[in-house]
């Protein structure tokens, strides 16, 4: 566990650097093992929650890969998320004919993964998966596939391990949940 002091917003920790880096191994063994066979992988990454889980997932990767990203929009400052996803940042790889994984922080509502998955699906990859740091079935409104899941929690707002409130603590090396009155107040 780090020894930085955690942040007076912070109600628990939920799971510390240790359990979130031997899930991300696990993951990774997985996923090498699922695509063994192909030389074309190319992972997405959604921006910005995405890029810590990202980073250390493809470190342990052992399957040829390629990294590209995209930015989404579809969270207000408060707790609600309206289901309206736009994009700000496009991928700069042609997807057509390559076996592609997205790979995003938090599956919640779902609506921001089913729109990932249909602009995805729509460029013709050779094959189309999804893995999730943290899902949150009980907030889920869209029935969304997702092939790799790292952990499942409750419906609370998680923050740290790349996943932020107003763009703050997403630097926390564990995942936390945040005091209700923090982003109640907003």
Not at 40 to 45: A, K, N, S, T
Not at 63 to 87: C, E, T, W
Request: include cysteine; aromatic fraction near 8%; hydrophobic fraction near 40%.
């Amino acid at each position: 566990m780090s020894d930085r002091p955690v942040p007076d917003a912070i109600e628990r920790i939920l799971l510390d650097d240790v359990d979130i880096a031997t899930r991300v191994r696990e993951l990774a063994a997985q996923i090498s093992a699922d695509y063994s066979t192909t030389d074309d992988l190319v992972l997405i990454g959604v921006l910005k929650g995405a890029f810590i889980f990202m980073a250390d997932l493809t470190r342990h990767l052992t399957v040829p890969h390629r990294v590209d990203f995209i930015a989404l929009s579809s969270y207000n400052r408060g707790a609600d998320s309206r289901g309206a996803v736009r994009m700000i940042m496009d991928t700069r790889i042609n997807v057509t004919g390559r076996d592609v994984l997205v790979v995003e922080d938090i599956l919640d509502t779902g609506h921001t993964l089913d729109y990932l998955l249909r602009i995805f699906r729509a460029r013709q990859p050779a094959s189309l998966r999804s893995c999730v740091l943290l899902s949150k079935p009980d907030r889920r409104r869209v029935d969304v596939p997702v092939d790799y899941t790292g952990f499942t929690i409750s419906d609370e707002w998680v923050v740290g391990y790349g996943l932020d409130y107003a763009d703050r603590y997403r630097t926390l090396p564990y995942l936390a949940a945040l005091k209700p009155e923090v982003y109640e107040k907003a």
